[in-house]
C-alpha cells in the first residue's frame, strides 16, 4: 500500500533554510504527480507546492512562490522541499500528499497524505 | 485567486442526526468535460487528513456510504446521514483550478457531538 513519510522538520531561525524530505513507497513514484500541504499550528490546510512525476513542471501557492523549491528523485523514490528565507508565519506541520498519474499528475490525487514533519521558525 | 469559503464553520450534531456542509467557490471551475475537481477531506484530531470524496460526488474506497458529495458550478454540499462518534474531526473542502495548477482549500468544519 501506499506509504509516504515526510522527515527533516525541527527549529530554524527567521532567515533560515530547512530542507524536507518525503520517502515513497508502495506504488511506483516516478509516475505519480507529488504536493506538499501545510498547516499552521490550530489553522487550516494550505497548499504549498506541486511537481509533476517527472520533475518537469513546479508550481508553488502565492505565500511560497520565490522562496520555497520542490524537487523529486525518482530513482530515490523521495520528494523535497527546500524552505529558504523561512519567516515565524511558515511554522506549521508539513505534509506530501500524493498526485495523480501521468498525464492527469496536477487534476488528481491528494488520496494519500504522510504523517506530517513540523517546522518551527523562531529566534 | 480563487476563494473557497465553508460554512458553517462549527457544526455541533447529535448521534444519529445527518449533518450538511456547504463550500462555495468565487469562481465556476467546470472544464470542458463537464468535470469540476472539488474534494472533500475528513481530519480527525491529531491525525493527517483524509480524501472522502473527489469530483464533487465520487466517494473513495473505504468510505461509508453515510458520506456524499453533491453540487455544481459554484454550491457544493458533504452530507453525513446518521452521525458516529468517529466522524468528530475537522472538515476541509478543496478546489482545483488549471492551469496553472493551483489548489483552495476551504476555512474548515469543526464537527463535534452535542
Known amino acids: 500500500q501506499v506509504q509516504l513519510v515526510e522527515s527533516g522538520g525541527g527549529v530554524v531561525q527567521p532567515g533560515g533554510s530547512l530542507r524536507l524530505s518525503c520517502a515513497a513507497s508502495g506504488f511506483p513514484f516516478s509516475s505519480y504527480g507529488m504536493h506538499w500541504v501545510r498547516q499552521a499550528p490550530g489553522k487550516g490546510l494550505e497548499w504549498v507546492a506541486v511537481t509533476s512525476y517527472d520533475g518537469v513542471h513546479k508550481f508553488y501557492g502565492d505565500s511560497v512562490k520565490g522562496r520555497f523549491t520542490v524537487s523529486r528523485d525518482n530513482l530515490r523514490n523521495t520528494l523535497y522541499v527546500q524552505l529558504n528565507r523561512l519567516r515565524p508565519e511558515d511554522t506549521a506541520v508539513y505534509y506530501c500528499?500524493?498526485?495523480?498519474?501521468?498525464?492527469?499528475?496536477?487534476?488528481?490525487?491528494?488520496?494519500?497524505w504522510g504523517q506530517g514533519t513540523p517546522v518551527i521558525v523562531s529566534s | 485567486d480563487v476563494a473557497v469559503t465553508q460554512s458553517p464553520l462549527s457544526l455541533p450534531v447529535t448521534l444519529g442526526q445527518s449533518a450538511s456542509i456547504s463550500c462555495r467557490s468565487s469562481?465556476?471551475?467546470?472544464?470542458?468535460?463537464?468535470?469540476?475537481?472539488l474534494n472533500w477531506f475528513q481530519q480527525r484530531p491529531g491525525q493527517s487528513p483524509r480524501r472522502l470524496i473527489y469530483k464533487v460526488s465520487d466517494r473513495d474506497s473505504g468510505v461509508p456510504e453515510r458520506f456524499s458529495g453533491s453540487g455544481s458550478g459554484t454550491d457544493f454540499t458533504l452530507k453525513i446521514s446518521r452521525v458516529e462518534a468517529e466522524d468528530v474531526g475537522v472538515y476541509y473542502c478543496?478546489?482545483?483550478?488549471?492551469?496553472?495548477?493551483?489548489?483552495?482549500f476551504g476555512q474548515g468544519t469543526k464537527l463535534e457531538i452535542k
Open positions: 469562481q465556476s471551475l467546470e472544464y470542458s468535460d463537464g468535470t469540476i475537481y
Open positions: 500528499a500524493l498526485g495523480g498519474y501521468t498525464s492527469g499528475w496536477y487534476s488528481d490525487g491528494f488520496d494519500s
Open positions: 478543496m478546489l482545483g483550478k488549471y492551469w496553472p495548477p493551483t489548489y483552495s
